[in-house]
């Protein structure tokens, strides 16, 4: 994987290997909540003593253009002249160049500044030293209020001054130009006609602290990457993601702290590329799957020179093919958009896709899941056969989009546990992923397990604990969890990825009609279709006792924890009684109980299939009956509408 993100930034930084910053470049919504986005720039004229505020229209070239990579972190000296948060510019950015002590232009900038915008509250103790120099409300004219009052405001606690000053400043902004903080994005400025972003020295310090400091003491060795020697780091402090343990001593060769240079080394150009392929992949090949953030993270197999722009388009082509398997929503915009990428589809077996599953918290990455060479061709097959189910789906239930089971739709027919809103569950729904787009078995045992453990959370209604949201009716989500678990079935023993049982000859059964059909569409076994069949007709039971009570007291005899043979003879002989109770006894249901009672004879001597098939078994009859009942009360009352405006 690493080797895929170095080579990705190399292509970035081949095009302008002189534009490493700007290959950092963050992007910007150029909207939030349909409000148009706009950086402000904020200009300091010395010779006038005056500070003025222009407002520019957030594009995609505005990161770029004014060098947005990011503030530093909340801990460290705040050192970026175009920044997100306006309380830095206020007080510490400035200053703190004089701090660190660089000659030339850079570091005289607050001295221009300092005696005409900025006021002193004083020397301070340890960090809060970074907020003793603060803009001057009174000499910016902007308000009424003078220093003292702000001071006063802040209660004695200086870091409080720069949000009040801030503040200040967008109450004055919002009464003289009706501008609201909400419209704007990136803050930036400019002295005297000079953007502080485009002073060299400016740029020569960012890349030094970014990479070359950490070369500083001029240790030599193998790059780990480029195999060269030169001169190398082991601090990967300044990258996202987190390749190797690089902090912990006893992951060093031979304990010592030394040994992380025999771990792994990079050299600057290396390293370099490495950011910049980080970069361009955040930017461009992110993605959300299972709940889950994702990178997706290209490896060329044979070497094609793509321009920046060229390289976006190819980002953009393999997101809409990711996303075409995610959902039908996906799925429409691939067929839309395809044809614009005709070059990438003739050379799409020249790469191969990693995905990387992460989770980030804070200055934290944890790496869930990452699924190794996927062929592009593979999101080809998913795609096709999530087609073809959804053809299966209306062709046994009839029309209706909740048949197309996408990849995203998948991940809610895995109950997967939740701690304080978080997934902590993740490990068994990431592994499926993994089998989908690696083509490795999935164990059949494995999923009924889940569908079963699905059924409860819609039963005994357990939403509050797992991934699954509540429907407003409970007994009509668990019929659509049913269903669509027998649909995911039959999806893997497409793709082959499933191999349990052998299916039945239903020619040679007495069953007919869509009962029949759905029986032969799902491939299930003699064991399976009686099992079945018995659900069905405790559906025909349960409608009969919702329509006369308004409950369902037949479900209780379903055992969730697993029915062995025993238990579904007893529940077979005692659905005959309660077939003729509730009048339900009817031929069609004869035939059915006849042909589920032959079958059950049949194989009680040699159960094939075990307790949680068996539940799993009876609700899928179950959910078929009902959702027949449910489409034929539809079907019935749009029929009586159309007569009634005829």
């Known amino acids: 994987m690493i080797e895929a993100i170095k080579e990705i930034g190399e292509k970035v930084l081949s095009n302008a290997p002189e534009q490493f910053l700007e290959s950092l470049a963050r992007p910007v919504s150029v909207q939030n909540q349909n409000n148009k986005q706009y950086i402000l720039i904020i200009e300091f004229d010395t010779t006038k003593g005056t500070i003025n505020f222009e407002l520019e229209e957030i594009k995609e070239e505005t990161p770029r253009k004014y060098l947005w990579i990011g503030n530093a972190s909340a801990n460290n000296l705040q050192d970026r002249f175009t920044t997100t948060n306006l309380e830095y510019?206020?007080?510490?950015?400035?200053?703190?160049?004089?701090?660190?002590?660089?000659?030339?232009?850079?570091?005289?900038?607050?001295?221009?500044?300092?005696?005409?915008?900025?006021?002193d509250v004083g020397p301070q103790e340890g960090q809060r030293e970074r907020y003793r120099y603060v803009w001057n409300i009174e000499k910016l004219g902007i308000s009424s209020k003078t220093m003292e009052q702000l001071i006063e405001e802040a209660k004695g606690n200086i870091k409080k001054l720069p949000k009040i000053i801030s503040n200040e400043i967008f109450a004055y902004l919002k009464k003289e130009k009706n501008w609201t903080k909400k419209d704007i994005a990136?803050?930036?400025?400019?002295?005297?006609?000079?953007?502080?972003?485009?002073?060299?020295?400016?740029?020569t310090y960012i890349e030094n602290s970014i990479v070359s400091n950490l070369f500083s003491e001029g240790e030599t060795g193998i790059c780990h990457l480029c195999q060269e020697e030169k001169e190398i780091t082991n601090d990967t402090s300044k990258l996202k993601f987190k390749y190797y343990i690089t902090d912990k001593i006893g992951f060093s060769s031979g304990l010592q702290r030394e040994g992380f240079f025999k771990n792994f080394s990079l050299c600057k150009d290396c390293y370099k590329k490495l950011l910049a392929?980080?970069?361009?992949?955040?930017?461009?090949?992110?993605?959300?799957?299972?709940?889950?953030?994702?990178?997706?993270?290209?490896?060329?197999?044979?070497?094609?020179?793509?321009?920046?722009?060229?390289?976006?388009?190819?980002?953009?082509?393999?997101?809409?093919?990711?996303?075409?398997?995610v959902s039908l929503e996906g799925l429409r915009k691939f067929k839309e958009q395809i044809e614009d990428y005709p070059d990438f589809e003739?050379?799409?077996?020249?790469?191969?896709?990693?995905?990387?599953?992460?989770?980030?918290?804070?200055?934290?990455?944890?790496?869930?899941?990452?699924?190794?060479?996927?062929?592009?061709?593979?999101?080809?097959?998913?795609?096709?056969?999530?087609?073809?189910?959804?053809?299966?789906?209306?062709?046994?239930?009839?029309e209706n989009s909740r048949w197309y089971l996408g990849l995203g739709k998948m991940y809610y027919l895995f109950p997967v546990r939740k701690s304080k809103q978080e997934v902590v569950d993740y490990k068994k729904v990431l592994e499926?992923?993994?089998?989908?787009?690696?083509?490795?078995?999935?164990?059949?045992?494995?999923?009924?397990?889940?569908?079963?453990?699905?059924?409860?959370?819609?039963?005994?209604?357990?939403?509050?604990?797992?991934?699954?949201?509540?429907?407003?009716?409970?007994?009509?989500?668990?019929?659509?969890?049913?269903?669509?678990?027998?649909?995911?079935?039959?999806?893997?023993?497409?793709?082959?990825?499933?191999k349990e049982g052998d299916n039945m000859e239903v020619d040679k059964t007495d069953l007919e009609g869509e009962i029949k059909e759905y029986v032969k569409e799902m491939g299930y076994s003699k064991p399976k279709t009686a099992v079945f069949l018995l659900g069905y007709l405790i559906g025909e039971v349960a409608n009969a006792q919702y329509?006369?009570?308004?409950?369902k007291p037949i479900l209780n005899k379903i055992t969730y924890q697993g029915m062995n043979v025993g238990k579904i003879m007893r529940l077979a002989n005692e659905i005959f009684e309660k077939l003729k109770q509730y009048d339900k006894l009817s031929s069609y249901n004869e035939k059915i109980f006849a042909e589920m009672k032959k079958l059950l004879d049949k194989h009680i001597e040699n159960w094939e299939i075990s307790d949680q098939e068996n539940v799993f078994y009876v609700l899928s009859g179950y959910a078929y009956n009902t959702y027949r009942a449910i489409k034929s009360k539809k079907d019935e009352n749009k029929n009586n509408e159309v007569a009634k405006n005829e």
């Not at 990136?186 to 740029?203: A, H, M």
């Not at 321009?307 to 393999?318: D, F, Q, V």
């Not at 980030?360 to 189910?389: T, Y």
């Open 432 to 498: 499926f992923y993994d089998s989908l787009f690696s083509g490795r078995v999935i164990p059949y045992k494995f999923l009924i397990r889940q569908f079963v453990e699905l059924a409860c959370v819609y039963r005994f209604e357990k939403f509050d604990n797992y991934n699954i949201g509540k429907p407003d009716d409970t007994d009509i989500g668990l019929v659509y969890a049913m269903l669509e678990a027998n649909l995911i079935l039959v999806y893997l023993k497409k793709l082959n990825l499933l």
């Open 186 to 203: 990136l803050f930036t400025i400019k002295v005297d006609g000079q953007f502080l972003v485009n002073l060299p020295e400016y740029r």
């Open 277 to 325: 392929g980080e970069s361009f992949i955040e930017n461009n090949l992110r993605s959300y799957l299972a709940g889950t953030n994702l990178y997706i993270i290209p490896k060329f197999i044979f070497d094609i020179s793509y321009s920046i722009e060229g390289l976006k388009r190819w980002a953009n082509y393999i997101n809409i093919s990711l996303v075409s398997t």
């Open 89 to 119: 510019l206020v007080s510490q950015t400035i200053p703190n160049f004089k701090l660190f002590q660089l000659n030339e232009e850079l570091g005289n900038v607050f001295e221009k500044l300092k005696d005409k915008f900025y006021y």
């Open 346 to 398: 003739e050379q799409k077996n020249n790469f191969i896709l990693n995905l990387l599953f992460y989770r980030k918290a804070q200055s934290e990455f944890k790496v869930l899941k990452l699924i190794k060479d996927v062929p592009p061709s593979r999101l080809d097959i998913l795609r096709e056969e999530e087609s073809e189910i959804h053809d299966i789906g209306v062709r046994v239930f009839g």
């Open 547 to 551: 329509k006369k009570g308004g409950t």
